[in-house]
């Protein structure tokens, strides 16, 4: 039998401010007055556990049809003890593929109950004002859709007595990680060392030397392009032919889905 949800908890990773959106947005349609926020974009998540009648909401970015590694890593020792949660990820308008069930099966792994799951699309991380892939996604249609999905979510976890696995799409095994091309977003001489992209990258890759030019450690920037999209100057570029390969094929609208 389902408890009455006292908090609810938001656990996102943004780089570039898409989950954030969507997390906060599914939020409000839950309409509770106890919601707290954990954005582990560029930080651990300290919490170990929450109480059984919580109900967390875990949204994250998907990176090549799988949810970032360095989603988990943030959330530590983190585990439900059998509370409720709601899996969430958000895609550039190519597809999702297995990155829904992973989260779903993570989630249950670490002693949570998955009551609800569902897609939202995010601008592209490759996305430029030349080729546009979901540019100014997540609109103004899908926050919508978002907090109707969160209301949609407590009506059924107040509703139902008692629910059994849920199904999400994907195959197991997951979808190969493919090893990282060794690259990364670069600066130009429009660059005027203001530091933002070396605050806003997630995984620490980008500094500044003594002289105040950038510098980023391919090997550890994952290309979410945080750093491209925050730069005042423009002076943050990523050129990848991959770009006008989603440009030419993933230009068609899609939609959010949702999963009970």
């Known amino acids: 039998m389902n408890s009455i949800i006292n908090s609810v908890n938001l656990i996102y990773y943004s780089p570039t401010g898409t989950s954030r959106k969507i997390a906060r947005a599914v939020g409000d349609g839950l309409k509770v007055n106890n919601l707290t926020e954990s954005d582990i974009t560029l930080d651990n998540n300290n919490i170990k556990s929450f109480p059984n009648d919580s109900l967390t909401v875990f949204v994250s970015p998907v990176y090549g049809g799988r949810i970032p590694s360095i989603f988990f890593e943030r959330l530590g020792t983190l585990n439900g003890n059998g509370a409720m949660c709601v899996v969430v990820v958000v895609y550039g308008n190519r597809h999702y593929d297995d990155a829904l069930l992973e989260l779903k099966n993570e989630m249950t792994n670490r002693g949570f ?48 007595p008692d629910f059994g696995d849920l199904f999400v799409p994907g195959n197991y095994p997951y979808k190969e990680v493919k090893p990282k091309q060794p690259a990364a977003p670069i600066s130009t001489e429009d660059c005027c060392s203001c530091g933002l992209c070396v605050s806003s990258c997630p995984t620490h890759a980008i500094s500044l030397d003594a002289s105040g030019n950038v510098c980023t450690d391919i090997y550890k920037c994952t290309l979410c392009c945080a750093c491209v999209k925050v730069c005042p100057q423009g002076a943050r570029i990523f050129d990848t032919p991959f770009t006008k390969f989603l440009y030419d094929n993933f230009r068609e609208r899609k939609n959010p889905e949702f999963y009970f």
Do not use: C, Q, W
């Open 113 to 160: 109950r998955v009551s609800a799951a569902a897609s939202f699309i995010g601008e592209h991380s490759f996305s430029r004002e030349n080729m546009p892939v979901a540019a100014g996604r997540p609109d103004f249609y899908d926050l919508g859709m978002a907090e109707h999905f969160g209301k949609e979510v407590m009506d059924k976890i107040t509703t139902v």
